[in-house]
T-cell receptor, first 113, second 111 residues
């Protein structure tokens, strides 16, 4: 059973577009929600993270929206660039569980020039 | 400051053989994690550690063992490798807040 469900599996947008990646979780014990970016042949890199007491967080062109009641969160990439083409993973973590972190299945993003 | 390093980078095993993957970090991080990555399945947590001398099971711990005898090292062992363990293995570490820095990965093939 997948604890963190991520969609879509893949996404193609034009340069300047705003790709949106969605994630949902079931376990209300999760209390920390990071997003990671991974380029081919590399390990994931932490991009941005949010706690459930905040509904939105922005860092540069990346924004997380969080809906605690719906148990859903999403990543928006403003003014997307070809260099943003990568695989993006959402994740959910439990602070009291030693930060046991579970990943979604990933979204492969391609930004057309 | 090397960050997170993994040894080896590539390995081919025969079914039934054993091996140990080494993860080392020089950032004095408490938390360390082992994940496996398979196509279409994201990263799945194998085992993790919240400090020296501690380990805990993740989502897919069967067939793997771990040890954290020193704070900077987290070892992942396969006692009897199976083809289903063919994967890319990533180690990660952090001070808190989930995995923060990932290693470059170990590509393991079990024939």
């Amino acid at each position: 059973q997948q604890q963190v469900k991520q969609s879509p599996q893949s996404l193609i947008v034009q340069k300047g577009g705003i790709p949106i990646i969605n994630c949902a979780y079931e376990n209300t014990a999760f209390d920390y929600f990071p997003w990671y970016q991974q380029f081919p042949g590399k390990g994931p890199a932490l991009l941005i993270a949010i706690r459930p007491d905040v509904s939105e967080k922005k860092e540069g062109r990346f924004t997380i929206s969080f809906n605690k009641s719906a148990k859903q969160f999403s990543l928006h990439i403003m003014d997307s660039q070809p260099g943003d083409s990568a695989t993006y993973f959402c994740a959910a973590s439990m602070v009291t569980g030693g930060f046991k972190t579970i990943f979604g299945a990933g979204t492969r993003l391609f930004v057309k020039a | 400051n090397a960050g997170v390093t993994q040894t080896p980078k590539f390995r081919v095993l025969k079914t039934g053989q054993s091996m140990t993957l080494l993860c080392a970090q020089d950032m004095n991080h408490e938390y360390m994690y082992w994940y496996r990555q398979d196509p279409g399945m994201g990263l799945r947590l194998i085992h993790y550690s919240v400090g020296e001398g501690t380990t805990a099971k993740g989502e897919v711990p069967d067939g793997y063992n771990v040890s954290r005898l020193k704070k900077q090292n987290f070892l992942l062992g396969l006692e009897s490798a199976a083809p289903s363990q063919t994967s890319v293995y990533f180690c990660a570490s952090s001070l808190a807040g989930g995995p923060r820095f990932f290693g470059p990965g170990t590509r393991l093939t079990v024939l």
